[in-house]
């Protein structure tokens, strides 16, 4: 008798395991994404994807622009020139 698909599938995942080139999916079979680049804002510590430069530019004028400009909120993602703060 032929080996069944169920049987067949879990070989190759087995195999895959081993071999270290399974790549992580989801109970409906589709595949896992990576997880977005997130920064941490350095005043209300809140936690926001960087990628998105116009949603972090509306966060930082919500603080004070004299005391926190965007480049001390966000530094790694906004280095600052070297001026003096």
Known sequence: MP???KDRIQREHKKADKAGTRAPVKANGLPVKAPKP???C???RREMVNTNKVQLEAHALTHDQKM???EKCWPEVYP???AAN
């Open 3 to 5: 080996i069944s698909k």
């Open 42 to 44: 350095q005043n209300c």
């Open 38 to 40: 997130t920064s941490i």
């Open 68 to 70: 926190w400009p965007k």
């Open 80 to 82: 600052s020139d070297g």
